[in-house]
């Protein structure tokens, strides 16, 4: 492309993108001055058009697409400037990580969970307890950054909640509880491929938000082409969500799970059974529960009592109002929709601030919103709810099993189940009384009737199940 051809595009976008912005601004002021219902109807229409642009093909009309398919840039060179410097290259986050670890080693550790699809770059998590570098038997919680790689601000929300909870461990009686009692689980980089491509490369309009798997086979990378969207990846509706077309900004990728981003994400919930968590986003001030359309969840009330209790905690940037509480799409595959139709966790997004890279004096009341919500999530863990342990009643080995709760099912979810290592379970409930059933392979089921779970603490039920009898003749020889 000639420069003279290039610069009238560049040009000609501004021109165009000025003039919409114009449009934007007059359409909210007047939106705000007079209340009509054709002028918000207006404001929807601005909003969808704006958030249906396909950022990707008016970068490749622009002309940069010989950058965007270098590898990733060595740390000698310049970082993109487009995007602010408070938001630091993966390795200096890393760096952060380790040094948390080195600075908190009684209560932090570092695990690596698995590795990103393309570059194969490590994907890590902090653990945040008590004796961090042991297993122990306690109720663990999940918190990710970064599904998306323009929402960095979600990784510096996670990584000001680990700060928070390792320096007031020593400090707040509170905290301590916490981690004496509970495995916090935090993923501040979900997507390491993404992310590195996007700061370390000069890209004009930095909106990139998937990984970069080479779609098309071609061995490099084409902003055309490649790229999954991880947060249409998860197992739960996933034919039914996102967009199977490899250039959509929603691609959900050839298959769920496709990704090792996801997989990463996956093993760790499974592993520790997480009961509840949050994936930090950006943007829109709001916070996210599993679902509003599909079949109704069968908790329901109890997913929107924890997500209203949570925004009355969150101030939005005005410093007036709390976030707002909107649901989710249930056909698709998205993190909380997979934990809570899977595991039964109760999980949420947070959509943090009002733009992907809010400049420096806007992110310090964004964070205090997110470790706040978390804050209460890990409060609300320890009480209104029910938790234990399922032994084998001859061996007491732990047993793998389901935990029912009569009139809370349904079977477009599964059940909660207790975990393979300790024979755990876990699981939050509204005040009242209920009955149990508690089901496993080769196990006699059980009925516990008249369970109290009280607003304040836990109840604690413990089960041993009895093997069933064989069915088969004994031998006689």
């Given at each position: 492309?000639s420069a003279?051809?290039?610069?009238?595009?560049i040009w000609?976008?501004w021109?165009?993108?000025?003039q919409?912005?114009?449009?934007l601004?007059?359409?909210n002021?007047?939106?705000h001055?007079n209340?009509?219902?054709l002028l918000?109807r207006?404001?929807?229409?601005v909003?969808?058009i704006?958030?249906?642009?396909?950022w990707?093909r008016?970068l490749h009309w622009?002309?940069?697409?010989?950058?965007?398919?270098?590898?990733?840039?060595?740390?000698?060179?310049?970082?993109?400037?487009?995007?602010?410097d408070?938001?630091?290259?993966l390795?200096?986050i890393?760096?952060r990580?380790?040094?948390?670890?080195?600075?908190y080693?009684?209560v932090?550790?570092?695990?690596?969970?698995?590795?990103?699809?393309t570059?194969?770059l490590p994907?890590?998590?902090?653990?945040i307890?008590?004796?961090?570098?042991e297993?122990?038997?306690e109720?663990a919680?999940?918190?990710?950054?970064?599904?998306?790689?323009?929402?960095?601000?979600g990784?510096?929300?996670c990584m000001?909640?680990?700060?928070?909870?390792a320096?007031?461990?020593r400090r707040?009686a509170?905290?301590?509880?916490?981690?004496?009692?509970l495995?916090i689980?935090?993923?501040?980089?979900?997507?390491?491929?993404?992310y590195?491509?996007?700061?370390?490369?000069q890209v004009?309009?930095?909106?990139?938000?998937k990984?970069?798997r080479?779609?098309?086979?071609?061995?490099?990378?084409?902003?055309?082409i490649?790229?999954?969207d991880?947060?249409?990846?998860?197992?739960f509706?996933?034919?039914?969500?996102?967009?199977?077309?490899?250039?959509s900004?929603?691609y959900?990728?050839?298959?769920?799970?496709s990704?090792?981003?996801i997989?990463?994400?996956?093993?760790?919930?499974?592993?520790?059974?997480?009961v509840c968590?949050?994936s930090?986003?950006?943007?829109?001030?709001?916070?996210l529960?599993?679902?509003?359309?599909y079949?109704?969840?069968?908790?329901q009330k109890?997913i929107?009592?924890v997500?209203?209790?949570?925004?009355e905690?969150?101030l939005?940037?005005?410093?007036?109002?709390?976030?707002?509480?909107?649901?989710?799409?249930?056909?698709?595959?998205?993190?909380?929709?997979w934990?809570?139709?899977?595991?039964r966790?109760?999980?949420?997004?947070v959509?943090?601030?009002?733009?992907?890279?809010?400049?420096?004096?806007?992110?310090?009341?964004i964070l205090?919103?997110?470790?706040?919500?978390a804050?209460?999530?890990?409060e609300?863990?320890?009480?209104s709810g029910?938790?234990?342990?399922v032994r084998?009643?001859?061996?007491?080995n732990?047993?793998r099993a389901?935990?029912?709760?009569?009139?809370?099912?349904?079977?477009?979810?599964y059940?909660?189940?207790?975990e393979?290592?300790?024979?755990?379970?876990e699981?939050?409930l509204l005040p009242?009384?209920?009955?149990l059933?508690i089901?496993?392979?080769?196990?006699?089921?059980?009925?516990v009737?008249n369970v109290?779970i009280y607003?304040?603490?836990?109840?604690l039920?413990?089960?041993n199940?009895e093997?069933?009898?064989?069915?088969?003749p004994?031998?006689?020889?």
């Amino acid at each position: 492309m000639s420069a003279v051809k290039r610069s009238y595009r560049i040009w000609l976008f501004w021109v165009i993108s000025i003039q919409c912005l114009a449009v934007l601004v007059l359409v909210n002021w007047m939106h705000h001055r007079n209340k009509t219902r054709l002028l918000r109807r207006l404001t929807l229409k601005v909003q969808a058009i704006q958030q249906g642009i396909q950022w990707q093909r008016v970068l490749h009309w622009l002309g940069p697409k010989s950058a965007l398919a270098q590898s990733p840039a060595p740390l000698s060179n310049p970082r993109n400037r487009n995007i602010p410097d408070h938001y630091h290259r993966l390795e200096a986050i890393y760096t952060r990580m380790r040094q948390l670890a080195a600075d908190y080693p009684e209560v932090v550790s570092i695990q690596k969970i698995g590795e990103s699809t393309t570059l194969s770059l490590p994907i890590y998590a902090i653990k945040i307890s008590d004796y961090p570098h042991e297993e122990e038997d306690e109720t663990a919680i999940l918190f990710t950054g970064l599904h998306h790689a323009r929402e960095p601000v979600g990784t510096l929300a996670c990584m000001r909640l680990a700060e928070r909870l390792a320096a007031d461990y020593r400090r707040h009686a509170r905290v301590r509880r916490w981690l004496d009692e509970l495995e916090i689980w935090i993923v501040p980089v979900v997507n390491p491929d993404g992310y590195k491509f996007l700061i370390d490369h000069q890209v004009p309009f930095p909106w990139w938000r998937k990984n970069l798997r080479d779609n098309d086979g071609d061995g490099y990378f084409d902003p055309i082409i490649d790229g999954v969207d991880l947060n249409r990846n998860y197992n739960f509706n996933w034919e039914q969500g996102g967009e199977g077309n490899p250039s959509s900004w929603f691609y959900r990728g050839t298959h769920p799970f496709s990704e090792k981003e996801i997989i990463a994400i996956k093993d760790l919930a499974l592993r520790e059974n997480v009961v509840c968590g949050i994936s930090f986003h950006t943007y829109g001030e709001a916070i996210l529960y599993p679902w509003g359309n599909y079949y109704p969840p069968p908790d329901q009330k109890l997913i929107l009592q924890v997500a209203h209790e949570m925004a009355e905690r969150m101030l939005r940037l005005n410093g007036r109002d709390a976030y707002s509480v909107l649901p989710l799409n249930g056909r698709v595959g998205q993190s909380s929709v997979w934990l809570y139709g899977r595991l039964r966790s109760i999980d949420f997004i947070v959509e943090l601030g009002q733009e992907h890279f809010p400049k420096q004096h806007r992110v310090e009341q964004i964070l205090k919103a997110g470790v706040s919500a978390a804050y209460y999530l890990i409060e609300r863990s320890q009480r209104s709810g029910l938790w234990g342990h399922v032994r084998d009643a001859q061996t007491a080995n732990p047993v793998r099993a389901k935990i029912r709760v009569r009139g809370w099912e349904a079977r477009h979810v599964y059940p909660r189940v207790s975990e393979s290592r300790f024979g755990r379970f876990e699981r939050w409930l509204l005040p009242g009384k209920y009955t149990l059933k508690i089901e496993a392979e080769g196990y006699q089921t059980k009925t516990v009737k008249n369970v109290r779970i009280y607003p304040d603490r836990l109840t604690l039920i413990e089960i041993n199940l009895e093997r069933k009898q064989s069915s088969l003749p004994m031998s006689h020889h």
